[in-house]
């Protein structure tokens, strides 16, 4: 089966993710956490204010990541979704369960979480095909398994600043900044990423040369806490 590289933007977490269009989709992360007993969870689709009905199409990916921390998925049809195809009228919802035939541990690889993406697009109808219309799309992750506390490790290679997730879950970064000697920020982004278990994120730090990386530090936020994390960097 043909894997798919895909490198993209992770909208920030919030309880319901709402489209222009007025269509909103809740929650906007699905986690699975005790599959031993679990094997499914739902999801909503939501019209609000709206006056014409709108036609989406559900589709599964399994979502991994290389070793330079992109982003791959692969089509998957262990995952069961009903319903796959609906129509959402005006001012309705839609519940949308996403699951397993058993329970999610047998989707399990050793102790490690599972990941996947749902995609929701909606479909210009046949007969409409002419017509000028901003579609909605929704991409969502979920997680199955359980889910582990912050295990992350700092390295410089290549003037890139690599953290390593050494942790059996996910790590969602929401801010990352790079303090030198003197406690002065010297690097920062705030682009939201996830680092996979096992898998890493890289930062290129472009024409910033560290030198003596143990004098450097890193203050992270991340899902793990609420409060920023100041962390060593590694020699």
Do not use: C
């Not at 995952?79 to 399990?108: E, H, T, Y």
């Not at 879950?169 to 690097?187: A, G, W």
């Not at 890493?200 to 936020?221: F, Q, W």
Request: charge should be positive; charged fraction near 25%; proline fraction near 4%.
């Amino acid at each position: 089966m043909k894997k798919k590289l895909l490198v993209f933007m992770i909208t920030p977490l919030l309880i319901a993710i709402k489209a222009s269009a007025g269509v909103s989709v809740s929650p906007v992360q699905l986690f699975i956490d005790n599959p031993n007993k679990l094997k499914s969870t739902t999801l909503t689709l939501e019209s609000v204010d709206e006056t014409e009905k709108r036609v989406f199409e559900v589709k599964v990916f399994k979502w991994t990541q290389n070793g330079q921390g992109e982003n791959v998925l692969e089509p998957d049809s262990n995952i069961i979704i009903n319903p796959k195809n609906f129509i959402l009228q005006p001012n309705k919802q839609q519940a949308i369960r996403v699951g397993f035939p058993q329970a999610a541990a047998a989707a399990l690889n050793g102790s490690n979480e599972q990941s996947w993406r749902i995609i929701i697009d909606e479909i210009t109808p046949v007969n409409n095909q002419l017509a000028v219309k901003f579609l909605v799309n929704f991409n969502l992750p979920l997680f199955v398994g359980k889910q582990d506390d912050l295990k992350v490790k700092f390295d410089v290679q290549n003037n890139k600043l690599v953290l390593n997730n050494l942790a059996d879950s996910h790590v969602q970064v929401t801010n990352l900044k790079l303090l030198n000697e003197q406690k002065k920020v010297i690097y920062s982004n705030e682009t939201m990423a996830y680092a996979l278990p096992k898998n890493k994120l890289i930062y290129d730090l472009k024409d910033i040369n560290i030198n003596h990386a143990e004098k450097y530090s890193v203050m992270l936020e991340t899902n793990k806490s609420k409060k920023a994390v100041e962390m060593k960097l590694s020699n």
